[in-house]
């Protein structure tokens, strides 16, 4: 299958700093990334989805403000947590589709841990 | 999409057939069934869909209900490294629904392999 890349894998950070998480379509070309968060012991639940040159669509209850989503290109994704707070301390996953194939690609996921 | 149903946990025994049920009685008729699985730690890994027939690959088997309203995914040679939760996942295939691609995870079967 195709490969989606997360980077970094982990992250320490201090509260009210901002954290930036990379997503990558390594062989293909994602014309929608989709970004979760997942705390321990529970599902993953879509933050939001994210199309290429255009406005990310937040699902409800997630702060388009704290949570900045660019995806600027068609291999490249990005979330920014903005004045992180130990709350948003989480397990944070993207996954890419090209909308041509019928599934989505998962990244490693990257662990945030606001101190 | 249609909402489907899972046990939350199951063993299996080391080199046995593991057989993961799933009900999703309100499924329509364009929706797919999903298969994806998360090892602890780790972003989801896709393994298999179908739509009514019965598929097959080299990570497992689907077995789909005449009536679609359930399914069941077997683990032929369950391994060690098959610890992980499992998630089924009812819906339009990414490139049927272009937009709003979204992936909504339920809660998964937490599947632990004992040898």
């Known amino acids: 299958g195709a490969v989606v890349s997360q980077h970094p894998s982990r992250v320490i950070c201090k509260s009210g700093t901002s954290v930036k998480i990379e997503c990558r379509s390594l062989d293909f070309q994602a014309t929608t990334m989709f970004w979760y968060r997942q705390f321990p012991k529970q599902s993953l639940m879509l933050m939001a989805t994210s199309n290429e040159g255009s406005k990310a669509t937040y699902e409800q209850g997630v702060e388009k403000d704290k949570f900045l989503i660019n995806h600027a290109s068609l291999t490249l994704s990005t979330l920014t947590v903005t004045s992180a707070h130990p709350e948003d301390s989480s397990f944070y996953i993207c996954s890419a589709s090209t909308g041509k194939n019928t599934e989505a690609f998962f990244g490693q996921g990257t662990r945030l841990t606001v101190v | 999409d249609a909402k489907t149903t899972q046990p939350p946990s199951m063993d299996c025994a080391e080199g046995r057939a593991a057989n993961l049920p799933c009900n999703h009685s309100?499924?329509?008729?364009?929706?797919?069934v999903y298969w994806y699985r998360q090892i602890h730690s780790q972003g989801p890994q896709y393994i298999i869909h179908g739509l009514k027939n019965n598929e097959t690959n080299e990570m497992a088997s689907l077995i789909i209900t005449e009536d679609r309203k359930s399914s069941t995914l077997i683990l032929p040679h369950a391994t060690l490294r098959d610890t992980a939760v499992y998630y089924c996942i009812v819906r339009v295939p990414f490139m049927i629904k272009a937009a709003g691609n979204k992936l909504t995870f339920g809660g998964g079967t937490r599947v632990l392999v004992k040898p």
């Open positions: 309100t499924i329509s008729g364009n929706e797919y």
